[in-house]
C-alpha cells in the first residue's frame, strides 16, 4: 500500500465504527489511526484501540470549567497528532464553532437517521414513532450547525413491521459499518472535498437523494 492518510478517532462509547476502521486498516484501507481520543473513561472502544496496538488518550470532558475550556484543550491534543482527517465515532459532544471550524473541510461524522430528518438524539425511536417507511445512516462533514453539514454518503434501511429501537438499530449499525470506512477511503484517496461548503466527489457535488446517488457505495 502506498502512503497512508494520518487519522485521528475521537469516541464516547463501544466504538464499532472505531472497530470498522481498524479492521479496514488492517485490510486495504489506506489510513493510519494515529491516536483514539475519549471523553469518557473506561468505553470499550478504548479497549478496542489498546488490543490493536492504538495509541489512546482519555481527555474527561467533566474535568473542565466549560465546553470552550474542553474543545481548546482538545484541539491541542489533536493537533499532536498531525492529522489529516477527524473522525467522529460516536463522540457525544456538541462541538464549539471554534472546534469545527479549526477543522473545516477535514472533520467528518456519521449519524444514525436519514439526514436532514431525525437531526439529534434517539433517531430509531423517533423513526418508528413518525411512521417512517425507511431510516438508515450518514456520513457528513461536520459544520457548527449540529447534524447539519453536507451529506457525503447514506444508506438505507426498511423499517419493518414489529421493529422496536434496537432492532432498528441493529440493522443501521451494520450498514454504518459500511459506509463509514468508504468514505474515509475515498479522503484518503483525494476523492472526497469540502470545496465551498459543498461536498464533492471527484470533483463533482455530491447529490444525495439524486437518482444516481444510489450506486454511490459501490463507486
Given at each position: ?9 475521537l ?38 484501540a ?27 491534543l ?16 456538541i ?17 444514525p ?43 438505507r434501511?426498511?423499517?419493518l ?59
Amino acid at each position: 500500500m502506498g502512503e497512508r492518510l494520518p487519522i485521528v478517532v475521537l469516541v464516547s462509547g463501544g466504538g464499532t465504527n472505531l472497530q470498522a476502521l481498524i479492521e479496514g486498516a488492517a485490510a486495504d484501507l489506506p489510513v493510519t489511526i494515529r491516536a483514539v481520543i475519549s471523553n469518557r473513561p473506561g468505553v470499550f472502544a478504548l479497549e478496542r484501540a489498546q488490543r490493536a496496538g492504538i495509541h489512546t488518550e482519555l481527555l474527561d470532558h467533566t474535568q473542565f470549567a466549560d465546553r470552550e475550556a474542553y474543545d481548546a484543550a482538545l484541539v491541542a491534543l489533536i493537533d499532536r497528532f498531525e492529522p489529516a482527517l477527524v473522525v467522529l465515532a460516536g463522540f457525544m459532544r456538541i462541538l464549539t464553532p471554534g472546534f469545527v471550524n479549526h477543522y473545516s473541510g477535514r472533520m467528518i461524522n456519521i449519524h444514525p437517521s436519514l439526514l436532514p430528518r431525525h437531526r439529534g438524539l434517539h433517531t430509531h425511536q423517533r423513526a418508528i414513532e413518525a411512521g417512517d417507511s425507511e431510516h438508515g445512516a450518514t456520513v457528513h462533514f461536520v459544520t457548527p450547525e449540529l447534524d447539519s453539514g453536507p451529506l457525503i454518503l447514506q444508506a438505507r434501511v426498511p423499517v419493518l413491521p414489529g421493529d422496536d429501537a434496537d432492532t432498528l438499530a441493529a440493522r443501521v449499525l451494520t450498514q454504518e459499518h459500511q459506509i463509514y470506512p468508504q468514505a474515509v477511503r475515498w479522503f484518503a484517496e483525494g476523492r472526497l472535498q469540502l470545496v465551498a461548503g459543498v461536498a464533492q466527489l471527484d470533483g463533482a457535488p455530491i447529490q444525495i437523494g439524486a437518482p444516481d446517488a444510489a450506486p454511490l457505495a459501490q463507486r
